[in-house]
């Protein structure tokens, strides 16, 4: 078969040796744990891997993923950053030829080819383009009817169903009503993360849903089990933690970071900076309105910030969008410069994170400042060009990336950093673990330092508390310890 009808594949562009891959295959084997999973996951119809990253749970997933292959055929959908690794990590952990692999991205041309292939059993593929696409892909592939997810909090943490009374509406998100269209067939199901819990403990039900609906019959009815609501019907507190608990350990097999590598080797601490007057006056004006939207129930996903809160978080961020000085001495800024140099001087590799995508070229304008080589990493980076920043930060090619903390949450293995700095943050713990672990991969020789830069008197503070609270909240379904964030000695 023409290589150059199915364009954009790793094999072809020389990222992935298949050569090498045969040759490595024969030295594989599984870990006492990954064989324990795997048997649990053939076992179940339907299931979920909620080992951490960096333990090695895309291993027993590959395995799982290749037994769906000799009779039927399986979408695997990711954040489009996993897709490369797990591409080849497919290719090592089956007996699959790489036209039996079809990595689906590019144009809507491109696309349409790679799921046209006839040989091919696995179908990699974003989020979005499962969602869109998955009836066009069955349309060629009666048989593709099982389901793995990678990171699935990222993309199926939120229940969709259709509007009641609006056509081609729906109440919450089309993509996970897509889902559970797709697996109406009957397939299996694998759902992998790490942070299960993205949030809320909603965030639970679109694939206990998928497992087995009787436990809840809707969602509604999950709702009522475990949120407390106000009056305008939004939830305030959760209850029945250990509820989901149970039904979670019952169709799932964990392995956490520390049960693999002993206690994370990291310190987490707060430092504070100062806005410039100006930027801090303009500031004030907006604070009590963005903090009233960020205490909304809506931003329990994390993801419909209002007009007030995204201007606070500009103002703080990006003052420059509204012509105001920042603080030389002790902003942001001025804090990061200070590392860079510092990073100058040492050596050691870092990573900074920024929310707004508008302060990405600033902070690697500083870095550049400072004599330092950064690159972004943001959702305006095409696939190929991560995998080459990523290549080129791991081999020291480069000294560190600034990125979004979305796009570089998840499929990056960075254990030789030893600074992560948080210009900002998002509104969710299980993104700030994520970010961190990145760099927590294995074994580490130091201790890894995380920063989180924090205006004094600012709404930055009440976004580490309900990351707090969240990381509470998911610590008493998951089994875990929550999140805290250190401050220096006599602050509150």
Not at 85 to 107: A, C, D, F, R
Not at 294 to 323: F, H, S, T, W
Request: hydrophobic share 35%; glycine share 6%.
């Amino acid at each position: 078969m023409s290589k150059a009808k199915f364009p954009l594949q790793p094999i072809d562009t020389g990222l992935i040796s298949f050569e090498k891959v045969v040759e490595t295959r024969s030295s594989l084997s599984l870990r006492p744990y990954q064989q324990d999973h795997l048997a649990f996951y053939l076992s179940q119809n339907r299931s979920l891997s909620l080992e951490d990253a960096g333990t090695g749970k895309t291993i027993p997933a590959c395995i799982w993923v290749y037994s769906k292959t000799t009779e039927d055929k399986i979408v695997w959908a990711m954040p489009r950053s996993l897709m490369a690794k797990n591409y080849e990590e497919l290719l090592l952990w089956s007996n699959l030829e790489p036209h039996q692999i079809m990595l689906v991205t590019g144009t809507k041309a491109q696309r349409e080819a790679q799921m046209r292939n006839p040989d091919a059993k696995v179908f990699i593929m974003g989020f979005d383009s499962f969602a869109n696409t998955w009836e066009f892909l069955r349309s060629i592939h009666p048989k593709a009817v099982h389901l793995c997810l990678d990171e699935l909090h990222l993309g199926f943490s939120t229940h969709g169903e259709p509007h009641y009374s609006k056509p081609n509406a729906y109440l919450g998100p089309a993509r996970t009503h897509n889902m559970y269209e797709y697996l109406k067939k009957g397939g299996h199901y694998l759902g992998m993360t790490g942070t299960f819990i993205n949030g809320r403990l909603t965030s639970a039900y679109p694939s206990i849903n998928m497992i087995e609906p009787k436990y809840y019959g809707s969602y509604n009815n999950f709702v009522s089990w475990h949120a407390i609501l106000d009056e305008f019907g939004r939830p305030t507190m959760w209850k029945n933690p250990q509820r989901l608990n149970d039904i979670i350990a019952k169709h799932s097999r964990a392995f956490t970071y520390e049960q693999a590598y002993g206690s994370e080797d990291k310190e987490v601490f707060v430092e504070y900076c100062t806005m410039g007057t100006k930027q801090y006056e303009a500031y004030k004006k907006m604070a009590d309105r963005g903090i009233v939207e960020l205490d909304q129930a809506i931003l329990e996903d994390g993801n419909n910030p209002g007009v007030n809160l995204i201007r606070c978080l500009e103002l703080m961020q990006i003052p420059e969008k509204y012509d105001l000085p920042i603080n030389m001495d002790d902003g942001k800024e001025a804090h990061l410069l200070n590392y860079f140099e510092q990073a100058k001087q040492t050596g050691i590799a870092m990573i900074v994170f920024e929310v707004r995508v508008a302060g990405h070229k600033k902070i690697q304008a500083l870095a550049e400042k400072a004599g330092l080589n950064f690159q972004i990493l943001n959702g305006s980076v095409s696939d190929s060009e991560r995998m080459q920043i990523d290549a080129e930060f791991r081999s020291g090619k480069i000294d560190g990336v600034v990125a979004s903390p979305q796009v570089a949450g998840v499929g990056y293995n960075w254990g030789h950093c030893d600074l992560i700095i948080f210009n900002s943050l998002d509104f969710q713990d299980t993104t700030f673990i994520q970010n961190y672990r990145r760099a927590l991969r294995g074994e580490r020789t130091s201790t890894l330092r995380v920063v989180v830069l924090e205006y004094r008197g600012s709404i930055d503070r009440r976004i580490q508390q309900n990351i707090e609270r969240k990381s509470q909240d998911r610590a008493k379904v998951e089994n875990r310890a929550p999140l805290y964030f250190i401050r220096p000695a006599g602050h509150n």
